[in-house]
């Protein structure tokens, strides 16, 4: 069993930074690879980035590529996701999520353990 709890969301203006983390207690943290993804009111869950299991490696999806970093501290069995340049569209609940694997994926089904969300939300 993996938990994971997610901090750091919040309101915060367009062009505006924040900083989630996830903190993971379980299973050997640093054995899988690491997703964010998040789900706007009314959409479906939509993949933001992921980091594998060393956290040598990173994916992010076009709406976020360029603004946010994805990163981890295995020592500290936490995942982080910087935000900058926000936007109002990236308004969401963001989901981290311990993958299944050790290398990336963007596959919602690839991952087995979520948390319960934080709301961010972007102010226009």
């Known amino acids: 069993q993996v938990q994971l709890v997610e901090s750091g969301g919040g309101l915060v203006q367009a062009g505006g930074s924040l900083r989630l983390s996830c903190a993971a207690s379980g299973r050997t943290f640093s054995s899988n690879a690491m997703g964010w993804f998040r789900q706007a009111p009314g959409k479906e869950r939509e993949f933001v980035a992921a980091i594998n299991r060393s956290g040598g490696s990173t994916y992010y999806g076009d709406s976020v590529k360029g603004r946010f970093t994805i990163s981890r501290d295995n020592a500290k069995n936490t995942v982080y996701l910087q935000m900058n340049s926000l936007k109002p569209e990236d308004t969401a609940v963001y989901y981290c999520?311990?993958?299944?694997?050790?290398?990336?994926?963007?596959?919602?089904?690839?991952?087995?353990?979520w948390g319960q969300g934080t709301q961010v939300t972007v102010s226009s």
């Open positions: 999520a311990a993958s299944r694997y050790y290398s990336i994926s963007y596959y919602y089904s690839n991952y087995n353990y």
